[in-house]
């Protein structure tokens, strides 16, 4: 089975500075992805960013950036230039594919990290 | 195109009473997902379907759970009786069997049980 630790419950940040969330992972697959979700207070889940374990090259999605280490087990989130509207929970991921078709399965999430923006 | 559509919003229901939650996927979304979240706590599977068929309910509670889905495009979430420990969200989601980048949520339906 797999498992998701955020071990820090609440950060704050200044306004456009940066920011780098944790998350680590525990899994005996090789073959799994690692998303990154942003929940405000509206409760809807909003994909933030996703890292296919087989790519080694690290995603971003513009101020948003992941540095994952596999052998590490490790998937943490930096977010630059910090806006008001970043202010959320963000919930680390993990999620092994099917098999054979590679469809999407079950997300297993974090506890997550409550995140303030302070302006 | 319209999201994940949940209903109701919020519910506050007296323990012991039977409820239900309503789930409309996005369209041509063929798996339909359960998740309970607990106050601060990440979502927890309970029910995945492909289609019209559950395909993973281990951590659904049989006993008092239960859920459908019609020819394969909205879901029923019911629970009765309701117990206190069952306050929660709910959260509905949906993918393409052919998306491999997670997947599109609801808003999520707030149930207290008093």
């Known amino acids: 089975a797999q498992t998701v630790t955020q071990s820090q419950p609440e950060m704050s940040v200044q306004e456009a500075e940066t920011v780098t969330l944790s998350c680590t992972y525990d899994?005996?697959?090789?073959?799994?992805?690692l998303f990154w979700y942003k929940q405000p207070p509206s409760r809807q889940m909003i994909l933030v960013i996703r890292?296919?374990?087989?790519?080694?090259q690290n995603a971003t999605e513009n101020r948003f950036s992941v540095n994952f280490q596999k052998a590490a087990k490790s998937f943490s989130l930096k977010i630059s230039d910090s806006q008001l509207g970043d202010t959320a929970m963000y919930f680390c991921?993990?999620?092994?594919?099917?098999?054979?078709?590679?469809?999407?399965?079950?997300?297993?999430f974090g506890k997550g990290i409550t995140l303030s923006v302070r302006p | 195109e319209a999201g994940v559509v949940q209903s109701p919003r919020y519910k506050i229901i007296e323990k012991k009473q039977p409820v239900a939650f309503w789930c409309n996927p996005i369209?041509?979304?063929?798996?339909l997902y359960w998740y309970r979240q607990n106050l601060g706590q990440g979502p927890e599977l309970l029910i995945r379907?492909?289609?019209?068929?559950?395909?993973?309910d281990s951590q659904l509670p049989k006993d008092r759970f239960s859920a459908e889905r019609l020819k394969g495009v909205d879901s029923t979430l019911k629970i009765q009786p309701a117990e206190l420990g069952d306050s929660a969200v709910y959260l509905c989601?949906?993918?393409?069997?052919?998306?491999?980048?997670?997947?599109?949520f609801g808003s999520g339906t707030r149930l207290t049980v008093v």
């Open positions: 989601a949906s993918s393409s069997r052919q998306g491999r980048h997670g997947y599109t």
């Open positions: 899994t005996s697959e090789n073959n799994y992805y």
């Open positions: 890292q296919e374990a087989y790519k080694q």
């Open positions: 991921a993990f999620m092994k594919p099917h098999l054979y078709t590679g469809a999407n399965s079950k997300l297993t």
């Open positions: 369209s041509g979304h063929n798996t």
């Open positions: 379907y492909e289609n019209e068929e559950a395909v993973d």
